[in-house]
């Protein structure tokens, strides 16, 4: 059963790092179908520090220790007790995919970043530190920025103020593009829960036409490739904020579908930040 919902499904949320991993590469795959034979997208991967933010991501992962020699059996047969190595515990790091457009005429000079954000962006912390100062070199540079913003959960992370986008038309989810040639000016894509995702321009050289990137079919490859059918609990809320009019939106939406009988928002206890 594909995804019930006309755009972006919310339940994927919960499996961002999956989707995640797959939206680049069929992101890069569509790009490269349409670049100038001289320009190419590359996938480029950075070193995260997973924050406590996340449940779903734990700090700490549990590994096997080495034996330490001089064991002896002890207990039932056949079992051995081990003293264990005593260590320090430590935040282990992931990597992040994104794409890096370059021209390979040129040395490899970098023409635009695109970038899927993670909740590593979007929570407090030193990785999300290090993504806002990259954001601010690129566009101090003739590097053109494009971000992906489909997690309604953290704080905006996009280069594009929230301050600057009219309140009316604020969205769980947004994309922002902006260019080398226009400095001041930053083209917001809002995408709603209600509509299918855009197909955005990506930009290129200044000589170079747009190249269009179309989202709902890279989220349906997505979900499809996944294979999250049975996953999601659809007569519960998906995690994260929402606010009153998408949480009657979506339920609405669902019993339409036959996918719920009971209103979510009358069993679900409140939950912090969600929004009003």
């Known amino acids: 059963m594909p995804s019930p919902f006309p755009g972006m499904d919310p339940y994927l ?5 999956d989707v995640h991993a797959t939206l680049v590469p069929y992101a890069r795959a569509a790009l490269t179908r349409q670049l100038p034979r001289d320009l190419k997208a590359r996938i480029e991967e950075r070193v995260v520090l997973e924050g406590s933010h996340d449940e779903r991501y734990p ?4 590994v096997e220790s080495p034996f330490r020699k001089g064991a002896t059996p002890s207990g039932p047969a056949g079992v051995t007790a081990i003293t264990p190595l005593i260590v320090p515990f430590r935040r282990e790091t992931a990597t992040e995919g994104y794409i890096r457009i370059i021209d390979s005429g040129s040395g490899n000079r970098v023409v635009t970043v695109i970038e899927v954000l993670s909740p590593t962006n979007k929570f407090a912390g030193p990785s999300r530190d290090e993504y806002l100062r990259k954001q601010d070199e690129l566009c101090r540079s003739d590097t053109n ?3 992906i913003d489909l997690l309604r959960a953290g704080k905006h992370a996009a280069a594009v103020s929230l ?8 969205t769980p989810y947004l994309v922002s593009v902006w260019r080398a040639t226009a400095p001041t000016l930053a083209e917001v894509y ?4 209600q509509q299918p995702l855009p197909a955005i321009k990506v930009p290129l050289r200044p000589k170079d036409r747009d190249v269009e990137l179309g989202l709902q079919a890279l989220l349906v ?6 294979g999250y059918e049975g996953d ?10 929402l606010s009153k009019a998408d949480a009657a939106w979506i339920d609405q939406w669902l019993r339409g579908k036959g996918l719920r009988t009971t209103t979510a928002a009358r069993r679900r206890k409140p939950r ?5």
Not at 232 to 241: A, I, L, T, V
Not at 272 to 276: I, T, V
């Open 163 to 170: 301050d600057s986008i009219p309140a009316a038309r604020r």
């Open 221 to 226: 490859q997505a979900f499809d490739d996944g």
């Open 272 to 276: 912090s930040g969600n929004a009003p």
């Open 59 to 62: 700090d700490v992962r549990i």
């Open 13 to 17: 949320e919960a499996h961002w790092r």
């Open 190 to 193: 809002p995408i709603p829960l």
């Open 145 to 147: 920025l494009v971000e």
């Open 232 to 241: 999601f609990d659809y007569s519960k809320d998906p995690e994260g904020p």
